[in-house]
């Protein structure tokens, strides 16, 4: 038997930590001494403590660590540790995105941004559209994009694009449209010939990924301020150059029309 000080030495757990893990079930000695109260665990519990310290510097919480350890169905343990991955990949996307606007915004000197002013006729484009939140927006998108990819094919005409009423941004909640410009929209499933309204666009280019967008849309905002004008209607965004022609993010190139009319 190893006492708690020699079991904290192998595991790299400390003393505190191990008590810690017996209060919570999570990992018990395997005899306590009923008169001094110490503790004492076997060699065999090396290994689980291994696991758990692991799972623990992934952040992994306690309670999932015991409903990892209490599965026997090693492939139900790998899954929920998959899972736990998949989340942690999420934040690291979400942090890496966070990271590229902040140095995007905080440049000493931001360059000038391009804008132009383009009247864009009304047009009838195969769509798929549905009132999604803002977070569900990627996922919902991957999902449309697809469904209007397998139901226009070859005959499509020109790039993807969207609409993105303000409520989207403003409630977190609002409609979107995902659609694909073609001679002559299918009708089948989600995807359906819908109507984009003609329109006078600010348009302006966000280079690379979509993530730091919103840096873009602040200077396309900006403008449109700085030039009296005013918002008109939903956002439209051009998927120019996207995933879909290259896998090079840097070379992704999206368009964002900001409606506006001249106010003075």
Do not use: C, K
């Amino acid at each position: 038997m190893l006492t708690i000080g020699e079991f904290s030495r192998l595991t790299h757990l400390s003393v505190r930590t191990l008590r810690r893990y017996h209060e919570a079930a999570l990992l018990e000695p395997a005899v306590v001494d009923e008169t001094t109260g110490y503790r004492y665990y076997g060699v065999d519990q090396i290994p689980t403590a291994q696991v758990i310290h692991r799972l623990r510097e992934l952040d992994v919480p306690l309670s999932d660590v015991q409903q990892i350890l209490r599965t026997p169905d090693p492939g139900v343990r790998a899954a929920l540790v998959a899972d736990h991955l998949q989340r942690l990949e999420d934040v690291l996307d979400r942090t890496r995105a966070a990271v590229v606007s902040l140095r995007r915004l905080l440049r000493p000197d931001p360059a000038p941004i391009d804008v132009e002013l383009r009247a864009e006729p009304a047009r009838t484009v195969a769509a798929v559209e549905a009132v999604v939140g803002h977070r569900d927006v990627a996922t919902w998108y991957a999902g449309a994009m697809a469904e209007l990819e397998a139901a226009v094919g070859a005959a499509v005409t020109g790039p993807p694009g969207g609409s993105y009423d303000n409520a989207l941004f403003e409630q977190e909640r609002g409609h979107a449209v995902v659609y694909l410009p073609t001679a002559a929209p299918p009708r089948t499933g989600r995807v359906h010939p819908t109507i984009l309204p003609a329109a006078e666009l600010a348009v302006t280019t966000h280079v690379g990924e979509h993530d730091g967008i919103e840096v873009t849309y602040g200077e396309l905002g900006t403008w449109v301020v700085e030039n009296a004008m005013s918002v008109a209607g939903p956002v439209r965004e051009v998927y120019v150059v996207g995933p879909r022609d290259t896998s090079d993010p840097a070379a992704w190139r999206t368009e964002i029309g900001w409606p506006v009319f001249r106010v003075t």
